[in-house]
């Protein structure tokens, strides 16, 4: 059974700092990968896919890396901004898996001015 | 392009009363669908998913029920529910491939008494 985890559970940064979100899983057999950002109170919005042949995967400010051997990803967030606050979640979808996502927990981010 | 449309966005019902959520996507055809619940403090859990109407795949044992009446429409029901069930109901669509992202609706925030 794959378990994801993230890590740090929240982190609040001044704004214009680069950071990076944490995402590990158990399974390294995974299909793809996914970053998604929820606001509170609404749905996910999918930010980034990573093929499990892709190292990394890019979109304006954001850089998800991936690393199956490892079992890790993480999210790059540059330069900052207010707007960013959110929760992150990354997801993954195992080999044999169908279209099953497991989600890990997630990272609050707060963007301070 | 393609949209998700969830309702209600805010629910609140008595122990022991049915339920019904309904999920519609337009834009696509033949989406996969799902269900997804996501409990104060814990991840997002995949409760259903559908590739097609009339098929239904439970991924947990629980008190609740789904059904696809129609190529783009999924429904979330209970006869009876518990103050378990409480907590943020999110659907989603997929295309038939694992190579694409999973797009989620605003939820349906349950809160039963």
């Known amino acids: 059974k794959q378990e994801v985890t993230q890590i740090p559970a929240a982190l609040s940064v001044p704004e214009g700092e680069n950071l990076v979100l944490n995402c590990s899983f158990t399974d390294s057999a995974i299909y793809n990968l996914q970053w998604f950002r929820q606001d509170p109170g609404k749905g996910l919005t999918s930010l980034l896919l990573i093929q499990s042949s892709q190292r990394e995967q890019t979109s304006g400010r954001l850089n998800a890396s991936l690393d199956k051997s490892s079992g890790r990803s993480t999210l790059y967030i540059a330069a900052s901004q207010p707007g960013d606050s959110a929760t992150y979640l990354c997801a993954s979808i195992l080999t044999g898996g169908g279209n099953k996502l497991t989600f890990g927990t997630g990272t609050q981010l707060k963007v301070e001015l | 392009s393609q949209t998700i449309h969830q309702w209600p966005a805010t629910l609140v019902q008595p122990v022991g009363s049915p339920l019904s959520l309904e999920c519609t996507v337009e834009?696509?055809?033949?989406?996969?669908l799902y269900w997804y619940r996501q409990a104060a403090g814990r991840g997002l859990q995949l409760l259903f998913y559908s590739v097609g109407i009339g098929q239904i795949s439970s991924e947990v044992p629980q008190n609740l029920s789904a059904s696809r009446p129609q190529d783009r429409q999924f429904i979330l029901s209970s006869k009876k529910l518990l103050l378990s069930d409480s907590g943020f109901y999110l659907c989603?669509?997929?295309?038939?491939?694992?190579?694409?992202?999973?797009?989620f609706g605003d939820g349906t925030r349950l809160s039963i008494l």
């Open positions: 834009g696509t055809s033949n989406p996969n």
């Open positions: 989603a669509w997929s295309v038939y491939t694992r190579d694409q992202p999973q797009h």
